[in-house]
Nanobody, 125 residues
């Protein structure tokens, strides 16, 4: 049973920072891709950032490039999302997701198998 647990959401003023954590358990994740998605009511889930355990490649959405950084701690099976220079439009529920890695990294939320419960991030103006 794969379990993803997100922590670190909250309320922050515009320009501030937050760090989200996603602790993974249940199997070896060396052959998995991990990703952060976000969703606001009435909109589709949006890719934010991704990480491939094998090789350590990272991927960012254009909307967060230069502001958000994804990283991972192999020893803890934990993926982080450092969010700096937050904007009100970053307000959303943030989800951690995982799937087996194939040839190309995917930003399609429909292909991800495992999901965390989500954590709310609210950025006030």
């Amino acid at each position: 049973q794969v379990l993803l647990v997100e922590t670190g959401g909250g309320l922050v003023q515009a320009g501030g920072s937050l760090r989200l954590s996603c602790a993974a358990s249940g199997r070896a994740f060396s052959s998995y891709d991990m990703a952060w998605f976000r969703q606001v009511p009435g909109k589709e889930r949006e890719f934010v950032a991704g990480f491939r355990w094998a090789g350590g490649s990272t991927y960012d959405a254009d909307s967060v490039k230069g502001r958000f950084t994804i990283s991972a701690d192999n020893a803890k099976d934990t993926v982080y999302l450092q969010m700096n220079s937050l904007k009100p439009e970053d307000t959303a529920v943030y989800y951690c997701a995982a799937k087996r890695a194939y040839f190309q990294f995917s930003r399609d939320y429909g292909l991800y198998t495992y999901w965390g419960q989500g954590t709310q991030v609210t950025v006030s103006s």
